[in-house]
């Protein structure tokens, strides 16, 4: 009896033994992966965030001089052109008829005496042709935006035979709720951002006539030196309202936890290397990435979650990640 006894507590301890790794690792399982940042200190500039269009003020259609056919055509949507260019080549109804009836009897002479001579007349008479033919030019330097007729069209007098702009006229056009066009308009500056990132120093202009009925937004020119940009392009916008005069701690906003209300904020910040609390705090200004932070428990020094924070409650185990 006392044998089997001990085989029973034997196979008990060594039971216990092996699961003892196991708890360990759904302790570790458990924790929550975050990644960290520290508080910086700065002034901050608050910041209004617009969407914009690039557009081009100046446009011009170029128009046939007469009605002709389209012998050539040397430009393409996107072709950037001089003053002078020529863009189209038109030859004239009777330049087009009068080369069929020199192809035509070309082609009876063949073969006759008296083809020499006919050759002389044929060169004589397209000597003649080409003076029927008209070139039409750029009148000012710009960009193609579309091309409307091809070789072998034909075209009536004042139709339609491209479409340019102007490219030092192009501008950006400000999408502003009327609450904010005054501070827009008063700021007088604004940095557009690129859909590559790329930012431009802009300045803002007067705004336009008109209001979207709807959304009740006005549209804002702003210029600036820019590279060649199509039509019609999304940018944002960031136009600075003002700046905090002192110091303060500043966050990525990504750091700052709020409830549902707005009411309050907070962050977590790591006691030690796994334990991770959290810390309320009021909020500043703030622009699209950052936010200035006020709290008694936060210093420059402090490890703060950056990511992997949303919804960890005080003191719970977390696991750093690079």
């Not at 001990?6 to 708890?23: D, M, R």
């Amino acid at each position: 009896m006392k044998a089997i006894t001990f085989l029973l507590v034997s196979a008990l301890l060594t039971g216990c033994t092996h699961n003892t790794p196991n708890g360990q690792q759904t302790e570790s399982e458990s924790r929550t992966s975050v990644t960290l940042t520290h508080v910086s200190l700065g002034n901050i500039k608050s910041e209004i965030v617009l969407s914009g269009t690039t557009v081009y003020l100046r446009k011009s259609v170029i128009a046939a001089p007469i009605s002709a056919f389209i012998s050539n055509t040397e430009v393409q949507p996107g072709s950037i052109v001089n003053k002078g260019q020529t863009l189209y080549t038109l030859e004239t109804k009777e330049s087009r008829a009068l080369a069929g009836s020199v192809q035509t009897r070309n082609n009876a002479l063949t073969g006759d005496t008296q083809a020499g001579n006919a050759t002389d007349e044929s060169a004589r008479t397209t000597e003649r042709m080409t003076s029927h033919t008209i070139p039409v030019k750029a009148g000012a330097s710009g960009i193609v935006t579309s091309v409307t007729q091809q070789p072998g069209s034909y075209v009536i007098e004042g139709g339609t035979l491209c479409e340019m702009a102007d490219l030092s006229s192009l501008v950006f056009q400000l999408n502003v709720p009327y609450e904010q066009l005054k501070i827009v308009t008063q700021s007088g500056r604004c940095t557009i951002i690129l859909p590559d990132d790329t930012r431009l120093a802009a300045t803002v202009q007067k705004p336009l006539a008109t209001m979207n009925a709807t959304s009740q937004v006005q549209q804002v020119i702003a210029t600036a030196r820019a590279p060649f940009l199509p039509e019609g392009l999304v940018v944002k916008v960031l136009v600075e309202t003002e700046t905090s005069g002192r110091q303060g701690m500043i966050l990525p906003k990504s750091a700052v936890q709020s409830d549902e209300t707005q009411e309050h904020q907070w962050v977590m910040k790591l006691l030690d290397d796994s334990t991770a609390v959290k810390i309320p705090l009021t909020t500043g200004h703030s622009n699209a990435d950052s936010i200035e932070v006020s709290a008694a428990g936060l210093s420059p020094k402090d490890r703060i979650i950056l990511t992997g924070g949303y919804a960890l409650e005080n003191k719970s185990r977390v696991v750093v990640t690079k």
